[in-house]
């Protein structure tokens, strides 16, 4: 009994919330959007069939203003949780882009 007591406020500190992060001035804090990118596809039809490829990727990110890149080869699972500021590249078995999508 007396080595419960001696733990329980170790146990109690583990169970503790993590500290707040800073919040930025006049910059609202929104889940899963990075300020100031939006992903857009409106000019990405010129990346289809063009080699998956870091430089392609930077391309794709750059075209698109998304902040986070995704790669999607073949058979690979992705959540399903959506991001406003992330790009998906599908790709097939010879690593060409076959899709480029937002969230």
Request: net charge neutral.
């Amino acid at each position: 009994m007396r080595n419960i007591l001696l733990l329980s406020p170790a146990l109690l500190v583990a169970c503790a919330a993590a500290p707040a992060q800073p919040v930025v001035p006049n910059q609202p804090v929104v889940h899963g959007e990075t300020p100031g990118h939006t992903c857009t596809t409106a000019e990405t039809d010129r990346f289809i069939g063009q080699p998956g490829t870091a430089e392609m990727g930077a391309a794709i990110k750059t075209v698109t203003h998304a902040a986070v890149l995704r790669w999607a080869p073949p058979g690979y699972m992705l959540s399903m949780d959506f991001r406003a500021d992330r790009v998906n590249i599908w790709l097939d078995d010879q690593r060409k882009i076959t899709k480029v999508s937002c969230g």
